[in-house]
């Protein structure tokens, strides 16, 4: 397993303890330290240089890492420099799916310059082509629920309207409020809303040459 974006090295740590080797890079000096302190084999790589081979690998992974590079390309590049034939890769960000994504609720970590990218599968599938990665599936992590009832509601704007005009100071009047609008949103979750997720998607491919 190699692992693109190891951060602390907590996954590649995981791996060790199930007997299964792992290595991985990261462009942070100071995390690439901490993952050496734990014996693991993780080197500092930059993205934007020119991709280099290493021993071939089938399996990699890159945990919420593509959203924050610049050139998110490079990423697909150097993955396949190391790739085995039908080797597998899994890339994780932020849903498209999720909430504030769905309903056009503005969210200052998910831009520039926390986040750099926004993705949806045919994105994932037009990146990853001319690489030699093929698509294979678009997984999404589930939502409770009531949380997804929750935004259904507190994300509409006559909800956003009258809690900018203090309406909902009066907690019993927030409420109120929800319990009259619940039938509703329940209503859009099984229908129109059913496809709301949680705040991840995975994304897995198979390398299959240019």
């Given amino acids: 397993m190699f692992e693109f974006g190891c951060g602390s090295g907590n996954f590649l740590d995981r791996c060790r303890k199930q007997g299964r080797a792992g290595s991985g890079m990261d462009f942070s000096g100071d995390a690439v330290d901490s993952c050496v302190a734990k014996g693991l084999n993780v080197r500092k790589v930059d993205l934007n240089a020119i991709a280099t081979a290493s021993d071939p690998v089938s399996h990699m992974a890159a945990f919420h890492f593509l959203e924050h ?3 998110p390309v490079k990423l697909f590049e150097h993955a396949a420099a190391i790739a085995t034939p039908y080797a597998h890769l899994w890339i994780s960000v932020p849903s498209d799916r999720r909430p504030t994504r ?4 503005r ?3 998910d831009q520039p310059p926390h986040h750099m990218t926004r993705w949806t599968p045919e994105a994932f599938r037009q990146i990853g082509r ?3 990665w093929r ?3 678009t997984l999404y992590e589930p939502i409770f629920f009531r949380a997804a009832l929750w935004s259904i509601t507190a994300y509409s704007p006559r909800y956003e309207k009258w809690n900018a005009a203090g309406r909902f100071e009066n907690r019993l009047v927030e409420k109120i409020y929800r ?4 039938p509703g949103a329940v209503i859009r ?3 129109t809303e059913r496809l709301l997720s949680g705040f991840s998607m995975l994304a897995h491919f198979v390398f299959e040459e240019r």
């Fill in 69 to 71: 590079v610049e050139r």
């Fill in 102 to 105: 769905r309903f056009g609720v």
């Fill in 107 to 109: 969210d200052y970590l």
């Fill in 130 to 132: 001319p690489h030699g």
């Fill in 135 to 137: 698509l294979v599936e």
């Fill in 179 to 182: 319990s009259l609008t619940l």
């Fill in 189 to 191: 979750r099984l229908s």
